[in-house]
């Protein structure tokens, strides 16, 4: 039985950590019969759904991924098997009990309906050390690096603890040079890539460093640290993580978490920092001469047109200054604490300002 892997280029970075797990894997941009893996986060949910379920072909669905790891009973309405957090262990048994026609019960991790239509939830599996497992296979799908995985802060929008844990895991730095000798240009992926090394609360510079040194002494790569696929949180920006940024790194921008302008929004949502925290980091970032290129999220539920009027203040001073802006609407995840809230209405006065930035280039995203 062929195990295809849905191609997207949405979901590579999934399937190139997964790919070297499996054996006799091929790529495939349309259901093929065989075993079918998917990775999928919310936005892609509804097409991605109505695909399989218009497939005619002699398929085994499985599904992993944020959303589905989310909502795994919605899930399970299209697909046959659903891949529940981190898939390292628990894709390739599935798949080998599958193959060997075993007891599916037996693998932790999963989602699945019984004979008679009843969800059935496994045990579920322990937290993976990255140093046990590739980042990619370089013959098959290559990917940024994942130097770190899970966030202890608990944001209500994001599904990144509920995934991964609160507990901060990091790849030793001789396995990241290992995979960083597949790129020129070295991208990495971490919720907070200047808690490399930490808790993800206190900032372990000394180990950020040290992984910056050694990428340096590689030799002809260029490093983007603190950019997407990453970003980093305002307090973590200090003088001595930008001046390292400047010492080692290629890029001149970092990305930057703020969300809101308002106190009352940053404590509700649990972010963990202050408004105030976002300007200093702002104005630090100017001082070493990087620009900050800072996310904000409109549409908090019972967030005020006052408050959005706060963001909307905080935005207008970082691209005074010369920063850039990313606006996004709240889109509530499966298995957050948002994932069934209402999201409030962006104000017609947001709206048009906003518009007027994006105009001049200064804002990106979609705010509606």
């Known amino acids: 039985m062929d195990i295809c892997l849905r191609w997207k280029r949405k979901n590579a970075f999934s399937l190139a950590a997964l790919a070297p797990l499996l054996p006799r894997t091929r790529r495939v941009k349309a259901p ?15 097409s991605v759904f109505r695909e399989v379920q218009n497939a005619t072909t ?25 891949v529940i957090g981190e898939g390292e262990v628990t ?54 690096i994942e130097i770190s995985r899970g966030c202890p802060w608990k944001c209500k929008y ?32 971490s919720s907070n890539s200047f808690s490399y090394g930490g808790d993800g609360i206190h900032p ?12 340096y002494a590689i030799g002809n790569k260029d490093i983007y640290f603190g950019t997407f696929p990453s970003e ?26 703020a969300q809101s302008g308002s106190e009352r929004v940053l404590r509700e949502i649990c972010r963990g920092h202050t408004v105030r925290d976002v300007e200093i980091a ?3 970032c100017f001082e070493h001469s990087i620009t900050p290129t800072v996310d904000f999220i409109l549409g908090f539920p019972d967030e005020t047109e006052e408050e959005q009027e706060m963001s ?29 809230v209402l999201p409030s209405k962006v104000s017609e006065k947001v709206n048009s300002e906003l518009g007027k930035l994006a105009l001049k280039g200064k804002v990106t995203g979609s705010w509606e």
């Open 32 to 46: 093929a019969d065989g075993i079918m893996i998917y990775s999928l986060v919310t936005r892609q949910a509804a």
């Open 58 to 82: 002699d398929s085994i669905f499985i599904a992993g991924g944020p959303h589905p790891s989310g909502d795994p009973e919605g899930t399970l309405r299209y697909f046959d098997y659903v």
């Open 91 to 144: 894709l390739p048994e599935l798949v080998k009990v599958l193959l060997g026609g075993g007891d599916v019960s037996r693998v932790n991790g999963i989602a699945y309906r019984d004979n008679n239509g009843k969800v059935v939830r496994t045990p579920k599996r322990e937290p993976i050390e990255l140093d046990d497992f590739p980042c990619f296979d370089p013959h098959l799908i290559k990917a940024p």
């Open 158 to 189: 994001c599904q990144i603890s509920q995934m991964f844990g609160s507990k901060v895991r990091h790849r030793s730095i001789g396995s990241i040079v290992k995979y960083a000798q597949h790129y020129k240009d070295l991208r990495f992926v």
């Open 204 to 215: 372990r510079f000394d180990k950020v460093e040290k992984l910056l040194e050694a990428l």
């Open 232 to 257: 980093v949180r305002p307090e973590f920006v200090t003088d001595e993580s930008l001046e390292m940024v400047n010492k080692y790194c290629t890029n001149d921008r970092i990305s930057l978490g």
């Open 282 to 284: 702002v104005e630090r």
């Open 312 to 340: 909307l203040e905080l935005i207008k001073w970082i691209c005074g200054k010369g920063g850039e802006v990313r606006a996004h609407y709240l889109e509530p995840l499966p298995g957050t604490p948002y994932a069934h």
